[in-house]
Each structure stands twice: as C-alpha cells, then as structure tokens.
C-alpha cells in the first residue's frame, strides 16, 4: 500500500495539483496544436513547439534526469543543437537551398526595405533597456523584431540563454499571428491609392552567372561585415550555391528537406520543451511579449514608412505595402502583403515583388543578430 | 544588504550605452545592405563586360581563320555558295573526290552536306574529271 501511494505522489497527476503552472503551460500547448492544426497558422512551427510545451510541463519528480534543464536527460541532450545554436545554422542551410534570389536580383532596390524594417529591432533595443533588461537580455528580445525564429534562438542561445523559451515562443507566436498583425498596420499607415500602385512584372531576366556570384558576394559583404553572422548567413549562402550551382542536386535536394525538417523538428520541440512552467511563467516572459509585439509591429511600419519616403525621390513609385515585407518572415508576410494589395486591386500582384524584400529581410535580421551579439561580446 | 535597484528608462538607456548602440547598428545594417543592393545591382553588367572580354578574345583566332560564317555561305546566290565553299576547300588542291568534299563540309557541321554538294554539281559548280575526281569551275 505504501509503494502504492508513493507511485501515486510521483505521478504528473499529484504533482500538478502542487503546481497548477504546469496547466496553464498545457493548455497553452494545446493551444498551439489547435491554432496549427485547425487553423493552419504556421503548422510547421506551431505543432512541434506546442506538442513540446506539452511535454516539458508534464510534471515529474526532480532528480531523475527527465526535464530539459536537468544533466544528462535526452531532452536536454536534444536541447543542446538550441543552446549551440546548431540548429538555428542548419535551418538556415535549407532555407538558402530553397531561396530563390531571381526576384531581389532583378529588383536590387527593394533590398533597402528589409533593412528598413529592421529598424523595430533597435527601437526594441532601447525599449528593453527603459524596461530594466541587461543589454544582452535587451539585445535577444530585440531580436524579435527581426521576425526571425532561428535567428531569434540564435542570438538569445548566446546572449541570454535563460530567455530561449519566452523569445523563441514570442517571435514564432508573432510570425503565426502575421494575418492579425500586420495588415491593420498596412492599412493605417498607406492611402488606398497607395494600395493599389501596380509594380513592373519584371525588370529585367536575371542570368545563371548572376545567381551563382550572388551567393559568394553576399558572404564576403555581409560575413565581413559583420563576421557574428558568419554562422547564419555562412549556412544560408552556401546551402544557395548549392542550388543554383546545378552540380550538386542531390545535396541542395536533401538541405533543401530532410536537414532542414530535422532541424525544425528537434528545434521546435525542444524550445517547445524549454517553456517548463517554473522557468517561463514569470512577470519576465510577459514583458518578452510585449516588446515582442512592439518590435514586430514597428519592424512593419518601419518598412512600410520607408517604402513612402523612397517615393518621394523615385520617379516609378513602389507600392508601400512591400515594406512590411521587409520583416523576415518568409513567406507568411510576403503573402500577407499581396492580400492585402489585392483586397485594394484584385488585378495587383505583389508576391514576387514582396518575397525579394523577404529574402532581403532574412539577410538584414541576420547581419542584425550579428551586430548586436558583436555590440555584447 | 540592500537589493540594488534596477535602473529603468532613458537612464538605463543610457547607461547601458543604448543609443550608441542603437544609432550604430541601424547604420550598419542599412548601410551593408544598400551596399549589397548596389553591388547587386551592378552585378550583371559586370558578368556582360567580362563575357564581352572573354568573346572577343576567342573571336579574335577565328578572324584569323576567316572562317565564314553559314549565313554566308549559304546565301541565296549559287554562285555566291560555290564561291564560300571553294574558300573552305582550298585545303585540297585543285582535283578532289566528293567523299573528301563531304568530309571537309562536315567538318565544318554544314547543314545538308549530300544537297549541298548535289546542287553545286547540278548547277555545274563541280566540274567532274575523268579520273573520278572533280573541280571548281573557274568564278
């Protein structure tokens, strides 16, 4: 009876009832799950990191070498790619394997809007120290503004790492919730006329030889630059090469999937994992996400403001709504702004011209991840 | 011994070297990407310059050659024809067999070798010897 009973206090059941936390973090995993199953909201992210969220809060004894933050448990194993940033650089290998640079190569002025939507990082920054973070915790909720999830656990792995979960979750809550966010600010700050300004179908053909030096001139501009993004954008450029070379199909083909799915797989878990209710639900993490949604939502009207100001010195006007493409959530806010483009014209198509200023964003979040962790080292 | 109290708004800020920081870093940012769309922008009129070079300099061998090109030796004037095909064929001599002809044609990936030859010798281009060989009427 006695082995019963203890079998009973080690059971989830018992423990939750100590600690009602861990329910609160279930019901936010399941959430998550439904918001990705049921609403198709970035399902690719959502469901492993709400299935994680599940599992890191089931309740267990400590000791026993079962949760993340204990030694030799395997989640904490598997937590190590996050915590290295390995993870974060593989995903970055198949997403330059499946970048198609065509678009921002035909249209190299676009690329000034994904540095301008980078701009709601800095004002997180200073926003984050008003708030009382250190600067490297500032610098990995800044970060968050970039719209960029491996970017985000990236920078925060090296800068913060007791923030990974509240900044990961943040940044891939925002990039699920992109339909709600940006498009009320799209519309507030463009004119109707603004809406419906056509762009060119295409500018100019883009040749193979431009496609195969973009990748080698991007890495020695931007990793000499800012040699701290070396682990992002050295794995981005290269897994692109890989594509456009045509010479090694088969290792672009498998960066291009099976890494990458991994990769995404084991991060979202496990960031999933790490938003154990003792360690995430503080007044902290509610603070992450109100700075989060402050710096994605001026990342946006950053974008879109500077979009306007270039059209005061262009003679062919650009539609403004491409500067909320500026934020590096590829293709979530590239789609949005097409929508929201057709909703003013149905006979407007925006979504090449918005994914350059997204391939653009991804590039300037990561250069950003790299200064800012070269600004605390 | 007391807790030291978290320095909040424009004095952290500045404190923590915020503004440097962040004036700075939007600079950065802004400026290697107008860089890169510079760069990017002037990419393809570099890879024309540098095949325009490379062409010319394997043009160059070819002009020795004088090699015509098929729309000039193909034109519409037979005459015309015979004369760019005897060009070619000065290699071999003033008498030649056909198949040597054929040959040299095909060397030279002319189109319809077989026609080519048949109409020059229809329209008496080619002039057949009595040993089997054959040679250019004189233009």
Request: hydrophobic content about 50%; proline content about 5%.
């Amino acid at each position: 009876m006695e082995l019963f009973s203890e079998f009973i206090k080690n059971t989830g059941y018992y423990l939750v009832a100590a600690d009602l936390r861990y329910l609160i973090m279930i019901t936010v995993g399941i959430l998550f799950c439904y918001l990705s199953i049921a609403k198709r909201y970035e399902p690719l992210l959502l469901l492993p990191i709400g299935f994680g969220v599940i599992i890191g809060n089931i309740p267990f004894f400590k000791g026993f070498g079962l949760g993340i933050y204990e030694d030799n448990s395997v989640l904490h194993y598997l937590y190590f790619g996050v915590t290295t940033g390995l993870y974060p650089s593989i995903v970055f290998l198949g997403l330059g394997a499946m970048t198609d640079f065509t678009s921002m190569l035909s249209r190299p002025k676009l690329m000034l809007l994904g540095a301008a939507a980078q701009m709601g990082i800095y004002f997180t920054l200073l926003s984050a120290l008003a708030l009382g973070f250190t600067p490297r915790e500032a610098g990995s909720i800044a970060i968050i503004g970039g719209a960029d999830g491996p970017t985000s656990i990236f920078l925060t792995a090296k800068l913060a790492p007791h923030l990974i979960g509240s900044v990961a979750i943040a940044a891939y809550s925002y990039m699920a919730l992109i339909p709600i966010i940006q498009p009320p600010i799209m519309r507030l700050l463009t004119t109707e006329k603004e809406r419906c300004i056509h762009m060119p179908e295409d500018d100019r053909v883009v040749s193979r030889k431009e496609l195969l030096f973009f990748p080698i001139v991007g890495t020695l501009l931007c990793c000499f630059l800012a040699p701290a993004s070396i682990p992002l954008l050295g794995p981005f450029f290269f897994g692109n090469l890989m594509k456009v070379s045509g010479v090694v199909d088969r290792l672009a083909k498998t960066a291009s999937s099976s890494i990458i799915d991994t990769a995404t797989i084991f991060l979202g878990f496990t960031v999933g994992a790490s938003t154990q209710a003792d360690y995430f639900l503080k007044p902290e993490s509610l603070k992450i996400f109100f700075l989060g949604a402050v710096a994605f939502s001026i990342a946006t009207a950053s974008g879109v403001t500077f979009a306007k100001i270039m059209n005061l010195f262009l003679e062919k006007k650009i539609n403004p709504l491409l500067g909320a493409a500026g934020v590096s959530a590829v293709p979530g806010s590239a789609r949005e702004v097409h929508l929201v483009g057709q909703k003013a014209d149905p006979s407007n198509y925006l979504l090449m011209h918005a994914m350059a200023c997204n391939a653009s964003g991804v590039i300037g979040s990561a250069i950003c991840a790299g200064i800012l962790w070269s600004f605390m080292m | 011994m007391p807790e030291m109290e978290t320095i909040k708004g424009i004095e952290a800020i500045t404190m923590h070297n915020g503004w440097a920081m962040a004036v700075t870093g939007a600079m950065i940012v802004i400026t290697g990407l107008s860089v890169l769309s510079f760069i990017i922008s002037k990419l393809h009129k570099v890879i024309a310059f540098l095949e325009n070079k490379q062409k010319k300099t394997t043009e160059e061998p070819a002009t020795k050659n004088s090699q015509p090109t098929l729309a000039e030796i193909f034109s519409d004037d037979p005459g015309e024809t015979a004369r760019n095909c005897q060009i070619l064929t000065t290699e071999l001599g003033n008498s030649f067999e056909l198949c040597s002809l054929f040959s040299i044609f095909h060397r030279h990936n002319l189109p319809h070798p077989h026609i080519t030859i048949r109409n020059l010798r229809s329209a008496g281009f080619l002039v057949p010897q009595k040993d089997g060989k054959f040679h250019w009427k004189s233009l």
